[in-house]
Structures are given as C-alpha cells and as structure tokens.
Nanobody, 124 residues
Framework: QVQLVESGGGLVQAGGSLRLSCAGSGLTFSFYGMGWFRQAPGKEREFVAAIKWDGGTTYYTDSVKGRFTISRDNAKNTVYLQMNSLKPEDTAVYYC?????????????????WGQGTQVTVSS
C-alpha cells in the first residue's frame, strides 16, 4: 500500500519560513516524479512545485519562484519543500503527490498517489 505522509506545516508570521517534508512508503520512490500542490478554502487545488525522479530538474509556479525550493532524498524516500518569505496568500493545505513519469509532472492529472495534506497558515 502506497503512503505519502506530509509533515512540517504550522502557523508562521509573514516573512517567516517553513520546511515541509513528505515521506513515501510502499513505492519505489526513485521511479516517481514528486510534486507539491496546495488548496486554499473555497479554491481549487493548484500546482506549487515539482521535481524529476532524479532531482535533476525542478519546476515552480510563478508565485513561489525565488521563495520556495523543492528537493528530494531518494535514499530516505523523502521530498521537501523549503518555503521562505512566506506571505498570507500562501495559506493553504499543502499536499505532496507522486507521479510515475520520467518528466517533471506539473499537471494534477499526472499524479497517481496523494498525501493527506498539512496545513500552512501565514499570519499578516
């Protein structure tokens, strides 16, 4: 059974930082592109960042470029999202997801497995 478990969310003031982690089990982690999505109340789930299976290529939505960094450690079956210079509009539930692809998966429909989400709240 595939499981993706996020951690690291919380409450932070604007301008602060958080590091999200997502630990995978039940899958050959290095075969999967990994991504982070977020969903704010009343809004659709949106793409945030993705990383290729080997960590060699990353992709970000424009609103987080220069502030967020996605990385992975295949030896630990873990993907990370370092979030700096947080803004109130970054407030959302953040989800990690796994896509069985050799490309950098940026579309929601490319993903096969999802975590349960972790809440990030940025106060102004």
């Amino acid at each position: 059974q595939v499981q993706l478990v996020e951690s690291g969310g919380g409450l932070v003031q604007a301008g602060g930082s958080l590091r999200l982690s997502c630990a995978g089990s039940g899958l050959t982690f290095s075969f999967y592109g990994m991504g982070w999505f977020r969903q704010a109340p009343g809004k659709e789930r949106e793409f945030v960042a993705a990383i290729k299976w080997d960590g060699g290529t990353t992709y970000y939505t424009d609103s987080v470029k220069g502030r967020f960094t996605i990385s992975r450690d295949n030896a630990k079956n873990t993907v990370y999202l370092q979030m700096n210079s947080l803004k109130p509009e970054d407030t959302a539930v953040y989800y990690c997801a796994a896509a069985r692809t050799t490309s950098v998966p940026t579309m929601l429909r490319e993903y096969h497995y999802w975590g349960q989400g972790t809440q990030v709240t940025v106060s102004s």
